[in-house]
């Protein structure tokens, strides 16, 4: 891995170079181990938060790691194409639009001690707007390259704020052309729900069960090119005690390497069926 400017990102995009890159400021990493028509996100995995921003936070690291995504970019790690965001969402959301990316407050509790002054949001929405240019000019070297694309916006939510049962994969698929890709989110769906789980976790899946995919990963992808399907994928957080902060690392693991193949296997057959 390098560490490089956003700038010289895209110029290795464009030139359609192999490189694993962290974005010189730490605040995003790109691995492209070959250009193939389907990518992989992890916009919510980070966990880090700027010094500065410690005293002046009212949340806890637990409460912040309780409301981000750990290991969805473990879970992609194999594939050809990932992008991933480093912060924490508590500093900026990569999921939200720049008017919307930095909370005032978070899941019911105020977030800062004193509101966060201009200069100090703009260092945030800095690091928000490097990342969607580079999101950009990824996408656009994509569906130039192959016409059409998918790529695969992976998250986790907390199942235990729920009072019913909650599917242990769930698809948002509330702003995309369904009429269009209906059938391949059905296929994904179908594909996840087959996934064999340690500790007899049965894998379900549903589509808009829980979350709409409302994102603005998805959105600003699918509103800008036509011919890209944005899968919101949300794994319940069985891979991990989510109320004492443990990871069980040989669920990540299972989920990974099943995602190997089932996740190669349906963006070969999308690609097939959509170019």
């Not at 879970?75 to 005032?104: Q, T, W």
């Not at 945030?124 to 580079?134: D, G, I, Q, R, T």
């Not at 979350?211 to 603005?216: D, L, R, S, T, V």
């Not at 994928?233 to 190997?260: G, H, S, W």
Request: aromatic residues 14%.
């Amino acid at each position: 891995m390098i560490r490089l400017s956003v700038s010289e990102i895209i110029e290795k995009i464009g030139n359609e170079e192999i490189f694993e890159a962290v974005a010189e400021d730490y605040s995003f990493t790109l691995k492209i181990d070959e250009y193939v028509p389907y990518a992989c996100g992890a916009v919510h995995d980070g966990h880090q938060f700027r010094r500065e921003l410690w005293d002046n936070c009212l949340h806890t690291t637990y409460e912040r790691w309780f409301e981000e995504d750990p290991c969805t970019k473990e879970f992609v790690k194999s594939h050809p194409i990932v992008i991933a965001g480093c912060d924490s969402r508590f500093e900026y959301d990569l999921n939200r639009d720049p008017d919307n990316a930095i909370y005032d407050d978070a899941w019911g509790k105020k977030l800062w001690r004193e509101p966060l002054s201009e200069e100090m949001k703009a260092k945030s929405l800095e690091k928000h707007n490097a990342f969607y240019s580079v999101v950009h000019a990824l996408i656009a070297k994509l569906e130039q390259k192959f016409g059409t694309i998918v790529v695969y916006d992976m998250h986790s939510y907390n199942w235990r704020r729920w009072d019913r049962e909650v599917p242990v994969i769930n698809l948002g698929t509330s702003n995309i052309d369904n009429g269009r890709f209906g059938p391949s989110v059905e296929e994904w769906r179908e594909s996840l729900s087959e996934l064999k789980l340690p500790h007899g976790i049965t894998s379900t899946s549903n589509i808009n069960d829980t979350f709409f995919g409302n994102g603005y990963f998805l959105k600003y992808i699918t509103k800008t090119f036509k011919n890209t399907l944005v899968l919101a994928t949300e794994f319940k957080k069985i891979y991990c005690d989510e109320m004492n902060m443990i990871v069980f690392p040989e669920v990540v693991a299972a989920i990974e390497e099943q995602l190997r193949s089932k996740l190669k296997k349906h963006a070969k057959a999308f690609y097939k069926e959509h170019n």
